[in-house]
């Protein structure tokens, strides 16, 4: 409870920030193998490591545009309260 209010839930942006976080971790794993791979220079793996982690962000970048538009349009905030 807030100040006398029960917080509401919008399961669909718990999803959507779920699916976000997941996608911004997988992209994070991602740049740290692209780090490792260019300390070992040249390395076999390291052209196919940087189109994964450039896959990993367009997801990124497509989760959080969903996560924002859902916000937009279901107007549901992260602080948003209803009365008691």
């Known amino acids: ?3 006398g209010k029960r917080s ?4 669909e942006k ?3 920030f779920k699916e976000y976080d997941d996608a911004v971790q997988a992209y994070l794993k991602r740049v740290r193998e692209l ?3 260019t300390k070992i220079s040249p390395h076999p793996e390291w052209e196919l490591t940087w189109q994964l982690a ?3 962000r367009k997801v990124c970048d497509i989760s959080y545009k ?3 538009a859902h916000v937009a349009q279901h107007r549901c905030r992260p ?3 209803a009365p008691d």
Request: hydrophobic share 30%.
């Open 1 to 3: 409870m807030i100040h």
């Open 8 to 11: 509401m839930e919008c399961t």
């Open 14 to 16: 718990r999803k959507l």
């Open 35 to 37: 780090s490792d791979l």
């Open 54 to 56: 450039d896959e990993a």
């Open 66 to 68: 969903q996560l924002k």
């Open 79 to 81: 602080h948003e309260t």
